[in-house]
C-alpha cells in the first residue's frame, strides 16, 4: 500500500488504513505476489485447523487414509477460493461487494449475514482456543487470555491491510520452520509406526467422504475474503500467478496443520488436540511442543485479526445497502471494535471443549450453505459477465443491478433444497445418504447445480443493454477515487 492511501494525519494514525469497501486506485496498487502465498499460508496453518486433521483418526480411518481424505478434500476447497482471489486486482474491490450484481443490493445481504456469522464464528472460536492455550502454556485464567489476543487480533486489524500482510509474511516464516523440524524428528525418530499408514486397513467410504467434505467446507469458508487481500494488487496482475500462489499458501498451510493435528490423534487418541501437540512435540526435543502451540497460536491470532478485518469490510458493505454510507476511516474502526469486542466477550464465555464437541458439525453446515454462493459468484464473473462490471454501478441505490436480483436468491434457495436429501449431519440424515450408506455429497452436489442453474436463469438476461449504459459509467474513476479520513 504506497503512501497515497494516507491522509494528512500524522504518526500512529498515518499508519492506519483509510480505505474500506471503496475502490482503490491504480495508484494505490502496490501488492506483491508472495503476499498472496503468506497471508494464506499463515491463516490456514493454524490451531483450529488441528481439530479438522483429527476428524478421520477419531473415526476410525488410520493416518494413511486421514491424510489422503485430507488432501482431496484441501485440493477440493482450494480450487474456487483461490480462483476467487483473480477479482480483488480485477475490480479493486472486497469480497462482498462483489456479491451485488448476482443478488442485488437488498438480495445479497442474507450472503453478507451468513459471512459476518463465519467471521464471528471464527473470532471466537479462535479466541477461545487460544484463551485455554495461554492459560496452560503461561498460567493464569484462560478469559483472560482470550480477551488479551482478541484485542491484539483487533488493533491488527484497526492498522489494516498492509500491517496484516507484514505479520502474516513473518508467521509464515515461524510456522514453515516449525512444522519442518516436527515432521522431520518424529519420522526420523521412528515415533510414527509403518503400520499407521498401511491402506489395507480401517478404509470406510463414509468416514473417508466425511473428511473430505469437513477439508473442503473448511478451505472454503476462506472464500467469502479472498479479494480483500488482493485487491490492492495491479489490476494487469496475471491470473494464473495469482491463482498459483494463492493455492500454494491455501493448501499447504491448510493440510501442513491439518496433518499435524491427524498425527497428534493417531499418536495420542485419549488426548485432547493442543495437549497431543504439546506432548507429540516434546518427544522431537523438549520445548518443541510449546513452540508448536505458540507457533500455530501466531497463526491463529493473524486469521482473528483478518476475519475481524473483513467482518468490518461485510457489515459496512450491509449498511452501505440498507442506507447508502461514506466509507471513512473512523467507520472502519467502528465496525472492527463492533466485531472484535463481540466476538472478544463470546470467546471468554463460551465452554472450553466447544471446539471438540461441535467443531466438525459447524463446518458440514457451513460447507452447505457456502457451496450455492460460490458457484454462482464465480459462473457469474467467469461465464456471464467476463468480468465485465461497473464499480461506480455498484454503489448506486438506481444502479444496473438494481436491489433485488432474483436469478441469483432463486438459484441460491433452489440449490439448498436440492442439497438437504443429500446431508449428512449428527441430528439429520437425508434420505440419499441413508441410501448411500451414509455418504454425505451434498456439498459436490451443491456447486454445479448452482452454476448450471445460474447460468440458465441469465440466458435470458440482457447483457447488451446492461454494457452500453455501464460503458461510461466508470470513466476517470481512478481520478475521483481519493483517500478518505
Known sequence: MSDSTLTTQTGVLARVETRSIDYVPAAERGGKLFDQATVWFAGSAQL????????????????????????????????????????????????????????????????????????????????????????????????????????VAIALAVFGYHWLHVAQRVITIVLVVVIVVYVVGLVSGGFIPAEFFDLTQTFDPVSFSIVVVAATGYQLTWAFFVSDYSRYMPADTHKGAIISFTSLGLFFGLFAFMGVGAVCAALLPTEGIIKSLAVTGDYVFPGLGAIMLIAGG?????????????????????????????????????????????????AA?????????????????????????TAINLT???????????????????????????????????????????????????????????VDIAFFVGIPV??????LFCRSLDLDTEFARIADADRDLDAVARPVE
Open 298 to 346: 501466531l497463526g491463529l491470532l493473524g486469521l482473528m485479526a483478518m476475519c475481524v478485518y473483513g467482518g468490518s469490510l461485510t457489515l459496512i458493505t450491509a449498511l452501505d445497502s440498507i442506507r447508502p454510507v461514506k466509507p471513512t476511516r473512523r467507520l472502519r474502526v467502528i465496525t472492527i471494535l463492533l466485531i472484535g469486542l463481540t466476538g472478544t466477550v463470546a
Open 380 to 438: 457469474d464473473f467467469f461465464i456471464v459477465r467476463r468480468g465485465r462490471y461497473s464499480i461506480s454501478e455498484m454503489f448506486k441505490r438506481d444502479g444496473v443491478y438494481g436491489l433485488w436480483n432474483w436469478r441469483g436468491i432463486v438459484t441460491y434457495v433452489m440449490t439448498l433444497a436440492v442439497m438437504v436429501p443429500f446431508m449428512n449431519l449428527g441430528f439429520y440424515e437425508g434420505p440419499v445418504s441413508v441410501a448411500l450408506g451414509g
Open 48 to 151: 483450529l485447523s488441528l481439530a479438522t486433521g483429527a476428524i478421520g483418526i477419531s473415526l476410525g480411518l488410520n493416518l494413511g487414509w486421514t491424510l489422503l481424505a485430507l488432501a482431496l478434500g484441501t485440493v477440493l476447497g482450494t480450487i474456487p477460493v483461490s480462483v476467487h482471489a483473480t477479482q480483488g486486482p480485477h475490480l479493486g474491490l472486497p469480497q462482498m461487494v462483489q456479491t451485488r450484481p448476482q443478488f442485488g443490493r437488498y438480495g445479497a445481504l442474507i450472503i453478507w449475514a451468513m459471512a459476518i456469522i463465519v467471521y464471528w464464528g471464527y473470532i471466537v472460536l479462535g479466541g477461545n482456543l487460544l484463551g485455554s492455550t495461554g492459560a496452560e502454556l503461561a498460567g493464569g485464567s484462560a478469559p483472560a487470555w482470550a480477551v488479551v489476543v482478541c484485542l
Open 450 to 455: 448452482a452454476g448450471i442453474l445460474y447460468w
Open 349 to 373: 464465555l463460551i465452554p472450553e471443549d466447544f471446539l471438540n464437541t461441535s467443531f466438525s458439525t459447524v463446518l458440514f453446515v457451513v460447507g452447505y450453505f457456502m457451496a450455492p454462493w
